[in-house]
């Protein structure tokens, strides 16, 4: 659509058009890659070209044809689209700005969905204001075709980078010099560079970020280095050297391409590789955290509206944030579109943090110190990793969607096959599960090259460096005969737990539901039961006492129930509802117990007994309340009464009850009040 100023006959990349053309799909679409938000953009912004072409020459039948077809196919694509669910870089200006700009080309497009859209739109506009594009450096110019008509193009000239782009953006560009009344021959020449050196290598497609130079060799760098691939010495200076400049550039910190807005991924992944390449990495380190940490986790970019696990999982100090999100299910990488790359991210940084709290103590005590339910809740999490990425695996060995995530699960697998928390029969299966991931990949190797539409910006992309990078990495794993890395003491389970926990497996595995389940993901079950179990036994204590109940041996049954349902689960990475429903379950079997004891005790006493309780929000007022038959309040009774206030408290100001309705908390009252 680009055209110089005062040349209003001459398009200034017709290759571009006929690109356009020539990808049409048969349904009037462009390539949806990987989502139906790629397919959206795709669609719009071709759409817009032939319409702005067609507006030059009316008597293009064929190009009308087009267009119409375009038209209907978009109108189909955004009734399908989730608006809600989508998380894409900049999503919400950019689909309504193209609507937008489509309308002035008399293509009308409403879809329930617009309000919402719009006001996603207006929220994301307070948070990053356009005003901003003017001050200075922002993820704002990456996508600035998405803010045509609020912004004055005119004055982000200064902001162009060295290389003539809007923050290593094409179409961002492109925009830039549509749209701003002074030619800049800088922007222009990199348009040029990008259509001929990017992934189009001239054949009039561009890539939707280009250059990433830094992206995509330091992730790669890493990838092998954990894998034990050495880079020769020739390559390391040169690279080393590459990496330091880039970074002293910019004060410490990298963005995906040198000089381009910093972020805190690739600031992270740098600093990894400079450890890798022998070079000192602790002031790239301290930049990263003095510029990108906020009170609970690490931003990518500064006033993004969603973290990114991945970013977070590359920053230690995370831990904590990171296994409450993956425990409540509230998991969602916004750079990557499958749940095997984090879980891969994730697998080795507990591995890295086992091996260091091997050689320091003090980091284990410190640890734990802080956030002592660590202990439970990162063994837990990640036997469900290994369990999920075991129970993925096709028949042929693979993982979904070819090589490039078979890679990820390989990688995985061979991580956490280091650690002493798996038993041998569990070993023994993750052992052949990883053998026949690597025989598939090296079936395969010609198609490693060929990266999958697994990577998110503005849309969808794929890279073959690091998808070969992946494979290659997975290729050469190798697993040891039995685990390297032993679980530092507080993390282990004891022989008498795991021997209790042992009985219960072998009793529900005669019971119909469970007769059928793996061998040994009920193993790993049971060990996460062990863990959930712990976890219980503090919890429960929290509320009712111990005084004069009996020993909790039901207590080993519930949370190896829940557990082993993992097993029929399609997302057997939602570990926390079951956790919950195993914690319900260990609380109502103990209220029970508590009111016997209490009661028999009281009987024993001559105490009066509880004859009434009322619930806030159920049929009566107030809290807890006891009819002592004129009585005054025996101490015991009053111990009693706390109990139960404290019971009926934590159920209905439980994170779950909160959230949900209020007629659907009025009944939950109303039923405690009763059982009660």
Known sequence: MLQKPGDDEIWLFPECFDYLLRNQLEDGSWSSSASVLDGILNTAAALLAVRKHLSHNLETPSIQEISCKAEAALTEQIRRWDVSSCDQVGYELLVTTHLNLLEKEEVILNFPQREQLVALRDMKLSRLPPSWVHKGSSTLHHSLEGLIGHIDFDDIAQWREPNGSMMGSPSSTAAYLMHASRWDDLAEAYLRDALLNGSGHGDGGVPSAWPSSILELFWAITTLAESGISIGEPEVSTIADYLETSLQMQKGIVGFAPRSLADADDTAKSAMALHYLGRKPEPYIEALISTFEIADHFQTYLAERNPSLS???????AASSICAKILVGDVKEKW???????????????????????????????????????????PIISLQMAMTVLKLQNSHGNWVEGCELTAYAVLTLSSLAQLGLMGAALRAR????????????????????????????????????????????????????????????????????????????????????????????????????????SDLQRRRLDIFPRTGMEEDKYLTLIPLTWTALDEYMEDVLEIQAHHEEGFTSARATVRQLFIEASASHDGQNGSPGISKSKVPGGSGEGNVKVNAEGTDEAP?????????????????HHPSVVNSTRHMQTRLARELEFEL
Not at 311 to 317: D, E, H, R, S, V
Not at 638 to 650: D, F, K, M, N, P
Request: glycine fraction near 4%; aromatic fraction near 8%; proline fraction near 3%.
């Open 430 to 533: 993750v052992c052949e599960s990883v053998n026949q991931g690597k025989a598939f990949l090296a079936a395969r190797k010609p198609h490693w090259k060929d990266g999958a539409y697994l990577w998110t910006e503005k849309v969808t992309y794929s890279s073959g460096i690091l998808s070969e990078a992946y494979c290659l990495a997975a290729a050469v794993s190798f697993m040891t005969e039995s685990a390297s890395i032993a679980m530092p003491i507080p993390f282990r389970v004891s022989e008498k737990a795991m021997g209790d926990m042992n009985k219960a497996g072998r009793l529900i595995s005669r019971t119909p539901l469970f007769n059928e389940v793996d061998v040994q993901l009920l193993g790993a079950a049971q060990l996460q039961a062990c863990y959930a179990l």
């Open 636 to 652: 015991e009774f009053s111990r009693i009464r706390t109990v139960l206030s404290r019971y009926i408290a934590h159920i209905l």
């Open 311 to 317: 970013m977070n999982i590359n920053i230690a100090k």
């Open 336 to 378: 990557h579109r499958h749940q095997l790359y984090w879980i891969m991210l994730l697998s080795k940084a507990v591995v890295l943090l086992y091996k260091q709290m091997q050689k320091n103590e003090t980091l284990c005590e410190r640890l734990l110190g802080t956030a002592p339910n660590l202990k439970e809740q990162i």
